[in-house]
C-alpha cells in the first residue's frame, strides 16, 4: 500500500513512526511510505540554513532525536550558541544545539553549492535511514511570516519570522495573519505530485492546521494533487477537547477564522466533494459525536502515546481509507 | 613607541604576548602594537571561513588560546566535529573545535555579507581585547598551495592546499614549491602600509620564515612599505641550533633553496641595504658567532618560555633597533 503523509514537524514525525510500524513488518523499512514535510518553518540564522520539520522528522525516525524535548538531538550540547552569545551575535534565542549544527553545516553547504533541498534532504537520509522516503513540500523559499500587533487595534503592526514570534515571543504577540512568504511562486518539490497521484491513501497527520498543514496546502501544484488524486484523504484532529495536543495550534486558529475544536479543523481544512480537502477525519474518542458535513468522521484514541497506541491510529485512519474509498 | 610586528600563528601568537608586555605598563593595553598578521593559512572547510593565524593571536592575547596544543580554545570540545564526520562529510583531518565554530560562523556571515577580513577581525576583537591592533596582512584572499610529488623525480605532482599539505600529511609529502595564490593581486589590508610607514621599529616574529613571513612579503604593498620605512627592521630566528622552535619550517626552508639554520633564514630575508629586509637579527645564544653580511647580528635567549623570557626578547629586539638607527 503506497502511503503518503502530510506533516509538520514534532507532532507528524511521532505520527509517522506510528505509519512506518503499521506500514511495514517490524524491523522492515516502510519505504512505500512517503512524507511531504512543511517547510515554511525553516530559518537562516548564523549563516546556518535550518529546517525544523524536517530535522525533526529525520531525527525522530532515525533514532537521533531527543525524545524529552521532541526537537533536536539527543544527548545535545550548547557549546557553539553560548559562545555566539558570548561574541553578542544575535539571536540568541534560537535552540542551536552543536550536534544539530553539524546537520546545518553539511545542509548550507549542499544548498550554497547549487544542491535542491530535496537532493540534501536524500543525502542526509543516507546517514539517518528513516525508512520512509521524506520530501520538502518544495525546494523554493517559502517562509511564514507573522503579522503582529501589540493589540486588537493593531497598534505598532509588524511582520516578523514565524520562529521569532513562536519560539522568541512564545507565540505572546497578538497575530493577525499569517503569510507563507514565497508559496505562491513556489513549485512543489520532486516527487510530491507524483507520489499524491499514485497514493492509495493521504493522511493528514496531527500537526499544526495552519502553519504546517496549511503552508503545504498553500504550494499550489500541491492543493491540486490533492483535488485530483483518486486516493482517499483522511486527516487526524490535533485538537483533543478543544486544545492543541501539543504545541501552541490554539493560538494560530483563531487567527485564520477557526474554532478550536476538532471539528473547527476539519471545517477549516473543508469535505472535498466541496472543493476541500478531506475525505474522512479521525477525531478523539473524547470528542465522539463530532460530525462535519461532507466528511466521515470517526472516534478513536488519538493520544500518540508512544509506537503502538500511534500505530493503532494509522491503523483506523487507513481502514476509514478503504471504507469511503469503497464506497466512492 | 610605535612597534610593528609581521607575525605567523603560534610562535607569533606567543611573541606578541612579550612585545605587548615589554611595549605597555603591566596590565596596561599597548596600543601603540601593531600586529600585521599571515592570512595564506586561510581555508574554507564545511562553509566556514577559518583564519587560524588571526585566531591563534587573537585567543592567546586575548586569553581563550588552549596553552597545550598552542592553537584553538581552551576547554574545547569537538561535537560538531564528530558529527560533520558521522555523515561522512569531508576533510575530517582538520581539528574544528566546537567553540572555534563561534568563531568562523561570525565571521562566514560577515564576510558573506560584504564585510572586509579586517573589519570581521576589528568586530571579533571586541570580545577578546588583544590589547594590541591586529590586522590580517591583506583583505583579498591569498591561499598558500603546495606544489607536492610522490618522490624528488616529481612523480605524480599535484597542488595541494596548505593546511591539507600541513595538517592532513604532516609535511611529510615531497614539497616543490609554495604558491601563495592570488598574493599578486592583493592589496595590505586598511592601516597596513600606514602602520609600517610610521612605525618606530618592525619586528619579523620568530615564525614560519616561508609560509607565515615569506607569504606576508608576497604581498608588494607591503614589501615597499618595508622597504622604504624610516624604522630599522629586526628579525628573531625561528631556528635555534639549525632546528626549528616549533612546527616544521625544516620542512620549508629547503624548499626555497633556504639553509636550516639562523644564518639561512636572515640569508632567505636578505640585509635591507642590498634590498632584503633586514637591519638587525637575533639568534639563539646556542647560534652566537652567526654572521651575515649587511645585517647586524647579536645572540640572545630565543625561547620563548614564558611571557618574562619574551619580553625580553622583545626588549633585545627594540635595544638593536635603536642601536641601527642611530647608526644609520
Redesign the interface.
Known amino acids: 500500500m503506497r502511503i503518503v503523509v502530510l506533516a509538520g514537524g514534532i507532532g507528524g514525525s511521532r505520527f509517522l513512526l506510528g505509519v512506518r510500524a503499521e506500514a511495514g513488518p517490524a524491523g522492515e523499512p516502510a519505504e512505500s511510505v512517503t512524507a511531504i514535510i512543511n517547510t515554511a518553518d525553516d530559518v537562516t540564522l ?3 540554513r535550518i529546517c525544523p520539520d524536517l530535522d525533526s522528522v529525520m531525527y525522530t525516525l532515525g533514532g537521533g532525536i531527543d525524545p524529552e524535548r521532541g526537537w533536536g538531538r539527543e544527548k545535545e ?1 550548547w ?2 550558541k553560548e ?2 552569545a ?4 544575535e539571536p540568541t534565542w534560537f535552540g542551536l544545539g ?2 544539530d ?3 546545518h ?2 545542509r ?2 549542499m544548498l ?1 553549492a547549487g544542491y535542491p533541498l530535496s537532493a540534501v534532504t536524500e543525502a ?1 537520509a ?2 539517518w535511514q528513516p525508512g520512509v522516503r521524506v520530501l520538502p513540500m518544495t525546494d523554493d523559499r517559502v517562509e511564514t511570516h507573522v503579522v503582529v500587533a501589540d493589540d486588537d487595534q493593531g497598534t505598532n503592526r509588524r511582520a516578523m519570522h514565524f520562529q521569532e514570534w513562536w519560539i522568541r515571543h512564545h507565540a505572546q504577540l497578538h497575530a493577525e495573519k499569517f503569510v507563507p512568504t514565497g508559496a505562491e511562486d513556489a513549485s512543489a518539490a520532486p516527487g510530491v505530485v507524483d507520489a499524491i497521484a499514485g497514493a492509495d491513501v493521504v493522511l493528514i497527520a496531527p500537526s499544526n492546521p495552519v502553519v504546517s498543514i496549511g503552508t503545504i496546502l498553500s504550494i499550489g501544484q500541491i492543493r491540486t494533487a490533492l483535488a485530483e488524486t483518486a486516493a482517499p484523504v483522511i486527516g487526524l484532529s490535533p485538537i483533543i477537547g478543544g486544545a492543541a495536543v501539543r504545541g501552541m495550534a490554539e493560538k494560530c486558529l483563531p487567527v485564520v477564522g477557526a474554532e478550536v475544536s476538532a471539528a473547527g479543523v476539519a471545517r477549516l481544512y473543508g469535505a472535498r466533494r466541496d472543493g476541500g480537502l478531506l475525505d474522512g477525519w479521525l477525531v478523539d474518542e473524547t470528542d465522539a459525536g463530532t460530525s462535519v458535513d461532507g466528511i466521515e468522521v470517526r472516534a478513536v484514541p488519538l493520544w500518540m502515546t508512544n509506537v503502538d497506541t500511534t500505530a493503532a491510529m494509522a491503523h483506523a485512519a487507513i481502514a476509514l481509507a478503504q471504507e469511503v474509498g469503497k464506497r466512492a
Request: aromatic content about 4%; hydrophobic content about 40%; overall charge positive.
Open positions: 548564523h549563516g546556518l550540547t557549546t557553539v559562545e555566539l558570548a561574541y553578542g551575535a552543536d550536534r549544527i553539524a546537520t553545516l553539511i548550507t553547504r550554497d542526509l543516507k546517514r
